[in-house]
């Protein structure tokens, strides 16, 4: 079982809808990370937490829009959704202090209509 | 940036044979190479990795492979099963994460093991 846990699995949302996306760790990691996968290609980084503060934004339009209430947790707020942003969502997290293993979650399926 | 090549883009291979896939990376600065397995509707799982000091890394059936000079690493699989079968990732790294420095995916690699 993964230790990055996120809800939902799957999420069918309409143009005009307001949803969320959560992940939740427990390993004590300080960095996590929220990317965006489409099928048959490599994850595609779009944000990252570094002690609850974003440190990196890789160009994400608005609609996205991330937050960190804590150190274990992350969300990310999704509005006004195109349906070309279908894909799999997966949060991770990370190793501070030299170490770079990034342990990612199972994701969350995501289908606009 | 990094600029991470994965080859092959598929690989059949008969249950019991090897399988290798290949990456090359062009940053001199990375020192970090995690190979990732992503089954269908399953999140990226970290399978081995190597850092910059190290040449090569094994764990039971799976080993990975590191040139520094030649800036590629390779993932070996032998005895191949059919739960193998699956999306394998290469990734290159150039430091902690937690200041920002990213991971760098290849293309990944479709591997199929005919029972």
Redesign the interface.
């Known amino acids: 079982d993964?230790e990055?846990t996120?809800t939902p699995k799957h999420l069918v949302m309409g143009m005009t809808n307001k949803k969320s996306l959560k992940c939740e760790q427990h390993m004590g990691h300080?960095?996590m990370y929220w990317y965006k996968q489409k099928a048959?290609?490599?994850?595609e980084?779009m944000f990252?937490y570094?002690?609850e503060k974003l440190?990196?934004n890789e160009s994400v339009p608005s609609r996205f829009s991330p937050e960190c209430p804590n150190s274990s947790l992350l969300n990310l707020h999704l509005h006004a959704l195109q349906p070309e942003d279908s894909a799999l969502y997966?949060c991770a997290s990370?190793?501070?202090?030299?170490?770079?293993?990034?342990?990612?979650?199972?994701?969350s399926?995501l289908t606009v209509l | 940036g990094e600029n991470v090549e994965q080859h092959p883009s598929t690989l059949s291979v008969q249950e019991g044979d090897s399988a290798v896939i290949k990456c090359t990376y062009s940053d001199s600065a990375s020192n970090y190479f995690p190979w990732y397995k992503q089954e269908l509707g399953k999140g990226p799982q970290l399978i081995i990795d190597i850092r910059s000091n190290v040449g090569e890394k094994k764990d039971q059936r799976i080993a990975v492979t590191l040139n520094k000079t030649a800036k590629h690493f390779s993932l070996h699989i032998t005895e191949t099963q059919p739960e193998d079968s699956a999306v394998y990732f290469c990734a290159a790294s150039e430091g902690n994460l937690i200041v920002g420095n990213q991971f760098y995916f290849g293309t990944g690699t479709s591997l199929t093991v005919i029972p």
Not at chain 1, 94 to 107: E, K
């Open positions: 993964t990055v996120q300080r960095a048959k290609k490599p994850p980084l990252v570094s002690y440190s990196i997966l990370g190793q501070g202090a030299g170490a770079n293993v990034l342990t990612f979650g199972a994701g399926r």
